[in-house]
């Protein structure tokens, strides 16, 4: 009798599951092309690597530039890059193509707008770290966010000299005080009217289904955060006999040996195996 494939163990997890939990992390976007180092790196960021010496957008996003014109002039072409630019390869179209239709949900530590872009329905989606499309105060002054594309858009065009005009620094609409991305990077986090709704879907979700035949679909999540996704889906996995916890990870797919009859782990590029699976179910 032939022995089915790591590919097929996870379609069939697909097909027979009630409802599906994917958890994203970065894994998935650099499958889609969103690489922050490398050729990448290098013909986006030639004259910002020679002046301040870093060698991946990564570290441009902590680097202390001298002036925030230097700091916006950066940010700005990191943003356009990787928000409000089309990802190079199709893995959300395909993974979205597969969800169609199914009882599911993404969770996601991603904040570049990939799974909006795929057409996801945003009722299905909470980005649990904030967006690259969205401003907030650096205080907070307050829990909101706004809309930054066309700001980012101008100090992407108007830049010059690894500077932005001083006019397009962004600041907040409500106090005045210095704007900054929406990312949870500190305590200063804001977590706006919409955060909230989306967390309050996925804990219903969640609970809701807590008995059901579970997939918990986890692609491209490392340990930078692992208390996000990794471990929770490791833990609800545990606790449900129904359940499985499927993980694809180019660098890094193991799993928990108490889970391990529950489990589907694939050291593989996501956007292969997404492609692969969709042609199966």
């Known amino acids: 009798m032939r022995t089915c494939s790591e ?13 599906i939990v994917v958890g994203a992390g970065s894994g998935l976007s650099t499958s889609a092309g969103k690489v922050y180092d490398g050729e990448r790196f290098h013909s986006l960021f030639p004259d910002f690597e020679e002046r301040y010496g870093f060698h991946d957008m990564y570290a441009g996003t902590f ?5 925030q014109e230097e700091r916006w002039a950066y940010m700005s072409r990191h943003i356009m890059a990787n928000r409000y630019t089309p990802a190079s390869r199709p893995v959300h179209r395909d993974l ?50 706004w809309d930054n594309e066309d700001q980012i858009r101008r100090m992407a065009a108007e830049q010059s000299d690894c500077r932005i005009p001083s006019s397009l620094i ?18 200063r986090f804001a977590e706006d009217e919409g955060w909230h709704r989306a967390a309050e879907r996925y804990e219903n979700f969640l609970r809701t289904r807590r008995n059901q035949k579970v997939l918990y679909l986890e692609l491209g999540v490392g340990y930078n955060t692992p208390a996000i ?18 993980c694809v990870n180019l660098g890094d797919a193991r799993y928990p040996t108490q889970i391990a009859k529950q489990s589907i782990g694939m050291a593989r590029d996501i956007g292969d195996v997404i492609s692969e699976v969709a042609q199966l179910c």
Request: charged share 25%; with cysteine.
């Open 7 to 19: 590919t097929e163990l996870l379609a069939k997890a697909i097909d027979d599951a009630d409802a």
């Open 96 to 145: 979205m193509s597969i969800l169609e239709d199914r009882e599911y949900f993404v969770v996601t530590t991603n904040v570049d707008h990939l799974f909006q872009r795929a057409g996801i329905d945003r009722k299905r989606l909470f980005y649990t770290q904030g967006d690259y499309g969205l401003f907030q105060c650096s205080r907070p002054c307050c829990q909101e966010t």
């Open 63 to 67: 680097y202390r530039f001298p002036t």
């Open 170 to 187: 962004p600041v907040c609409p409500k106090c005045g005080a210095p704007a900054m991305m929406n990312l949870r990077c500190d305590d």
């Open 229 to 246: 996704i990794k471990y929770p889906f490791w833990q609800m996995t545990a606790a449900n006999p129904k359940a499985t916890y499927a």
